[in-house]
């Protein structure tokens, strides 16, 4: 009993995204000897980056949230938004200890695969593997497996896909970022490789959005903050037009103009986007340096792949 306790609360403090990073950070410090006060610099600043990004997220979604009931009421469709932390959730009632043994062992095939295969990548998105692990769990015991064989068939799965992920799509991240320094974690990998597939069918010759020589008056357009902003702008205007002044000031605005609400959502939304860019940066300028401490100790090479 002691023993599930104390997997259970590893797990829970692995699949909360920041402090996994951190003690990424943690270690990697720790084993290139840095002095203390670099240590907790780095450990605390890694964290706060996620914390930041986590900030940025819930403005961004804050923002988004009406559009679902404003885009209904103009068209009359509606629309379900997929939820991963509710569907894991649910799932957790019924598959909830395969899941956390899945996740735990997963990890560690994680690192034996890549200590030992070309596939050098270490998945530190804790809660994609939170939910890739329950995914794998209940297809494995749908298949019939349970016991010993679903806690290593399922962890061993789910260690290759850990590693086979990143892999896939470093050719495109390599140059998006211009090295490997980085490589991505996400359960959308297939999406983004198809993507940059058809990319480099259709694509041969055309040249960048950062080599377009645009007017001097809509240079303001290169900068991403303004031009979402002006996006979203378009975007919610037009919805709100269309569902009505009244529906909108009743509704979401709380009596204000509806025209009003409709521009700072959509700066809201502009302002989500660019507090999540800053906790990337941030968790970004720790994590890597911190990384090659840790990845030298346990495997020479290895790449830290993030969402």
Known sequence: MFIQNLLQFVVDVLKVPSILVGLVALFGLMAQRKPFPDVIKGTVKTILGFLVLAGGASVLVSSLTPLGDIFKEAFDVQGIIPNNEAMVSIALAKYGAPTTLIMAFGMVANIVVARFTRL???????????????????????????????????????????????????PYMRKIVGGDQVALAHTGTIGYVLSGWIGTLVGKGSKSTEEMNMPKNLSFLRDSTISISLTMMVIYLILSVSAGKEYVEANFSGGQNYLVYSFIQAITFAA????????????????????????EKLVPNAVPALD
């Open 272 to 295: 989500g986007v660019f507090i999540i860019l800053q906790g990337v940066r941030l968790i970004l300028a720790e994590i890597v340096p911190a990384f090659t401490g840790f990845s």
């Open 120 to 170: 050098k990548y270490i998945y530190l998105s804790g809660h994609v593997t939170f939910y890739m692990a329950c995914m794998v769990a209940i297809i494995l015991s749908v298949a019939g497996f349970e016991g010993v064989q679903l806690i290593y068939t399922g962890s061993l799965a789910l260690g290759i896909l850990m590693a086979a992920f990143p892999a896939l799509a470093q």
